[in-house]
């Protein structure tokens, strides 16, 4: 079973920064052939795609975030990073990893963005 562990997520002032990771416990062939994103849910909302990383390294980002947020991963280690800049109050919520895999969908179990003063 594939499993993904997410970290990083905390309490930051608007304007601050965050790096969140996730973790997957995949082979290195399925997590170099998988493409990586990042989800969010804002309370009471439905959630969202914040950014991809496909396997070959082509990056897709949700306007509302795009030129704040960068997604990158390391195939060696099967991580996924989400380097978060210029955060916003609107920007909390938790932030789940997901990994898509031969039609498989794998989720982790979230971390929690809070950005207030």
């Known amino acids: 079973q594939v499993q993904l562990v997410e970290s990083g997520g905390g309490l930051v002032q608007p304007g601050g920064s965050l790096r969140l990771s996730c973790a997957a416990s995949?082979?290195?062939?399925?997590?170099?052939?998988?493409?990586m994103a990042w989800y969010r849910q804002a309370p009471g909302k439905q959630r969202e795609l914040a950014a991809t990383?496909?396997?070959?390294?082509?990056?897709h980002y949700a306007d509302s975030v795009k030129g704040r947020f960068t997604i990158s991963r390391d195939n060696a280690t099967k991580t996924v990073y989400l380097n978060m800049n210029s955060l916003r109050p609107e920007d909390t919520g938790v932030y789940y990893c997901?990994?898509?895999?031969?039609?498989?969908?794998?989720w982790g179990q979230g971390t929690q963005v809070t950005v207030s003063s």
């Open positions: 995949t082979t290195i062939s399925m997590f170099s052939s998988s493409t």
């Open positions: 997901s990994l898509f895999h031969r039609l498989n969908n794998y």
């Open positions: 990383i496909t396997s070959t390294g082509s990056k």
